[in-house]
């Protein structure tokens, strides 16, 4: 390029100087016109003077530059330190706190009632005088006490189904005491105690299903009647009734040993659940619909009929939804499994 | 001369082909703007125009009322801005130097 040979001495100095001025004029040339056409435009179109309105409003609204005044002119934290009287108490509270106060004291925001009946509650349970609580709704925000699940007894009649729910099962724990502070010692247990803590667990967790049949909507009976017979042998009894709920003596086994006939637990090292599934799938060709392999993926046991006879007198349920066992088998189960 | 001339005419175009001429010109309007000479330069076309009536105003006025205050201010406001001692912004001066070298 011709400019490289060109050094920066003295003449050529300004001359370059020269250059680099009218180029710099060229270019600020070209933004005085480009504001000149703007303004022409704005001027022609009609809107160069719209921020000028007449002179009185142009005073009214000029900008503030005062100290402790915003560009308004007001005063930023004016009604900081004034302090207002509530209208319920006649007390002088602060600007900034009174809307929270007012909520308070006329008892008409979301946490006041909580507030209220939590220390009435407390007041309660000092006193032990029944006061009379106005909003039930808030009964259930409260933490579990054992104070507010006796009191809840009382309240039956007064609150809706879903309550009345929970509050049935809280009186079907009172035989043996159920509450937080005493736990309960399972060794203590007798059978029929277990027995019926087992029914209300479970049907707590399925809180539909203990007012309904426990049957698995999945299966017909049909299929039930099939896997007893094959299970139990051709003397299976006939199945409970669907209506009745879960009764725990319906579930005594009445052939353990027959059971573990045909039944083998896990620990046996020789018998793997691909060939128990095998081996059970072609007995099922004589019939039965109910595909068992299906139990296995679920289970942990692995089926077989070797006609290994184990003497150990476990029970075992034939369905899964029925866990329900004699107390002192529980433990032996357990034993095992480990 | 037409030396010089030619070296204008030369150094324009290789500004433009490299773009850096559209470059300058943004960079020197966002200069202008920041300083406040925009502004300046309008209030001062607010008043011609209240001069020569509403309607009555052309580009032509404008320019050539505007113009040359704009250039003037515009060489003031640089010199000021950048704190140079050199009349013309020597950091275009540079930036120039750069691209023809």
Redesign the interface.
């Known amino acids: ?4 040979d060109m050094p ?1 001495s003295g003449p050529d100095n300004t ?11 060229e ?11 703007e ?2 435009r704005a ?1 022609k179109q009609g809107y ?2 719209l921020d000028e309105t007449d002179q009185e409003s142009m005073k009214e609204f000029e900008i503030v530059d005062q100290p402790g005044v915003d560009i308004f002119g007001q005063v930023y934290n004016q009604w900081k330190n004034k302090e207002c009287e509530c209208p319920n108490c006649k007390r002088l509270i602060a600007a900034s706190r009174f809307a929270p106060h007012l909520e308070k004291c006329l008892g008409m925001g979301r946490n006041s009632s909580r507030i209220a009946n939590r220390r009435l509650a407390s007041n309660n349970n000092m006193s032990k005088s029944e006061s009379d609580q106005e909003d039930n709704d808030d009964l259930n925000d409260n933490d579990w006490s054992y104070g507010a699940e006796k009191r809840g007894e009382h309240r039956k009649s007064q609150t809706s189904p879903r309550r009345s729910k929970t509050l049935k099962h809280k009186n079907e724990f009172s035989p043996f005491q159920y509450n937080y502070n005493a736990g309960i010692n399972y060794e203590m247990l007798g059978p029929d105690e277990v027995q019926s803590f087992l029914t209300t667990v479970s049907s707590f967790h399925g809180r539909k299903k203990s007012f309904q049949s426990q049957r698995c909507p999945q299966h017909t009976d049909e299929q039930r009647m099939a896997v007893r017979v094959f299970l139990l042998g051709p003397s299976a009894p006939v199945l409970p009734e669907a209506d009745s709920v879960a009764v725990p003596e319906s579930f005594d086994i009445p052939d353990g040993q027959a059971l573990m006939s045909r039944l083998q637990w896990e620990d046996s090292p020789e018998i793997s659940p691909s060939d128990s599934a095998s081996s059970k799938a072609s007995e099922e060709k004589s019939g039965s619909p109910f595909p068992i392999k299906r139990r296995t993926d679920k289970e942990p046991v692995s089926v077989s009929l070797t006609g290994t006879n184990h003497s150990d007198s476990r029970s075992l349920s034939t369905k899964k939804k029925k866990p329900k066992l004699t107390a002192p088998s529980i433990s032996s189960i357990y034993d095992d499994l480990n | 001369m037409s030396k ?1 001339y030619q ?2 005419a ?3 175009q290789k ?1 433009i082909e490299m773009g850096e ?1 559209e470059r ?2 943004e960079l ?2 966002a200069k ?1 703007v920041e300083s406040g000479w ?1 502004d300046q ?2 209030a001062h ?2 008043d011609v ?1 209240r001069e020569k009536g ?1 309607e009555h ?3 032509e006025d ?2 050539t009322e ?2 040359p205050k ?2 003037g201010t ?2 003031r406001q640089q010199v000021v801005g950048t704190g140079q001692k ?4 020597c950091s ?2 540079e930036k ?2 750069l691209v ?2």
């Open positions: 390029m011709k400019m490289e920066l001359k370059l100087e020269a250059l680099v001025n009218d180029i710099y004029s270019l600020v040339e070209d933004a005085c016109l480009g504001l000149c056409f303004v022409h001027v160069f003077f | 010089d070296m204008k030369a150094i324009n500004l001429r300058l010109k020197l309007r202008l925009k330069l309008k076309c607010k125009i509403l105003v052309t580009v404008l320019v505007v113009t704009g250039r515009a060489r050199s009349s013309c912004p275009k001066t120039i130097n023809v070298q």
